[in-house]
């Protein structure tokens, strides 16, 4: 590192350094230590707060004491291999590689949100819920997922723990009612969920330059009352530029299938992450670090594979590239995503993206929060 792009301090007046017009100097050199891990290591001092830091306080692998190939853990994760098959192959532990995933899940959350600031959407969309479970069986869950009808590229997710439902023995019912009692969701969380989703739709969503929005999704009779509860697209089904298609969820998936793109994602997920295959014991235990899993996901899906290969005579383009994002700004965010650590601080993040950020999503019959690294808080020192 030549130089720092900023001071890590939250509170200091450099810590964001795009409000000033000009280049500022604002650090200084003050020595160097070594580690056995990166070997000498520049150290510096802030000029206005005094603040010192060093190269690794923007490394991803910030504090840690060992390196461990994150493009192969990237790989692996998303090829369905389990955590302890990851671990197995690399030769650490099991808590090692569930770090470097909330370390790169965090980097590929900055990646997904930072590509999506800049985006129009130009192509109609489709959503659903994918269905599986948290811990147990007892504790289904709902991952609602927003998709581009043309270029399958998810735009958002959201994340609901529901109640068992469906036919259950006595018994099962009788357990249950226990684990209800230790924990149970408030009603009506997978409108609220799904609400929340349809709001990820409303700054991506231009009128004047995409005058006709579709969204389509199956019967279920909760869509009509979250939709509604989104001012915005409530307001554009008023005056007809936002229209709401139901389709039965019970037709072949096939590609003529309205429900295509959601039906296909859902195909995608199950293949490639091992805790979704059915009947796997790699099922989510937990919830924060599933969906620190489901991030890598994303971003592996919309920017790394290829876009549904037809034709191999040309190199194939990822599904951001067809929904019409910048090929050369998504090369240049993917080129630091193994190795630079992306700061909160710095990151226009919706509300699912900061929870799962900050691994907020709990976890049934758990009764602590998930720990979270204070340095990737927003508020404290994000360095040493």
Partial sequence: MHAPPFCPNPACDFHHLDDYPEKVIFWVRNGTYTTKVSGTVQRFLCSSCGIGFSERTWSIDYFTKRNIDYHEIHRATVSSESLTSIARHLGCTVASIQNRQDRLGRNCVALQARLLAGHTLNENLCADAFESFDRSQYFPNAINNLIGVESQFLYGSTHATLRRKGRMTSSQKRKRDVYDTLFLQPKGILTRSFSELVGMIVPLWKPDQFPKLILKTDEHPLYPKAIARVSTIQKGKCVGSFTHETYSSKAPRTLTNPLF??????RELRKDIAAFRRESTCFTRNVANGLMRFSLYTVWHNYFKPHRIISTAQKPKSAAVIAGMDEMRIEKEK???YSQRAFIS??????????????????????????CPRFTRAGYLQAS
Wanted: glycine share 0%; proline share 9%; net charge neutral.
């Fill in 261 to 266: 793109p959601v039906n296909y994602y859902d």
């Fill in 335 to 337: 080129r630091h995503l």
């Fill in 346 to 371: 710095h990151q226009k993040l919706n509300e699912e993206e900061t929870r799962i950020w900050l691994k907020q999503h709990p976890t049934p019959l758990k009764e602590k929060q998930d720990y």
